[in-house]
């Protein structure tokens, strides 16, 4: 069977995800609640894309849970930062957060500041929020950016994680 060559790079794409989500399971500790990411086109983030994430069902309670927005990035992403608007909503009790948050993903001369050889991760903080066994939630996630496509942005992901 033959492949159409500009296929190639979205089946890589894809087996490179897949296989970070992979290794992500398995790096799973017990103080982390939920790991997971969501892969974006090769052609950029379109501001009109909101990415999201759904939390089943919270397999025990976590008092001042640590949510950490997190980005993998390439050389051809052309800011200092990334502006992200993040909504987090869970049932039983019910709560919606909003929060704006800065992503740094170089220094002042376009040096990444994230790890990585090639493909950089970074990530950002939200405030922490307490959460009970058998809740169910989603985490949305959006560009805040004024370009319409943003190139160099491979994935994004959340984690949320306990003491």
Sequence with gaps: MKMKTSALPHILRMFIT????????????EHTLYHTYA???SEGWERKESLC???DSLNRDAEDAR???????????????????V??????P????????????ADSIFRPTGKGI??????????????RKGQ?????????????????IHDVGVRIQTD
Excluded at 87 to 92: A, G, I, Q, T
Excluded at 118 to 131: C, D, G, H, W
């Design 67 to 85: 949510f950490t927005v997190e980005l993998r990035t390439t050389d051809a992403y052309p800011y200092q930062s990334v502006w992200l608007a």
């Design 136 to 152: 169910r939630g989603q985490i949305r996630i959006c560009h805040l950016m004024i370009r319409e496509t943003l190139p160099g």
């Design 118 to 131: 090639r493909l950089y991760q970074s990530q950002a903080a939200l405030p922490p929020l307490s959460l």
């Design 18 to 29: 897949a296989t970070g989500a992979a290794l992500s399971l398995a790096g799973c500790d």
């Design 87 to 92: 909504e987090r909503k869970f049932s039983r």
């Design 39 to 41: 892969p974006l086109s």
């Design 53 to 55: 994430f759904p939390i």
């Design 94 to 105: 019910d709560t919606l957060l909003s929060d704006t948050v800065e992503c740094v993903l």
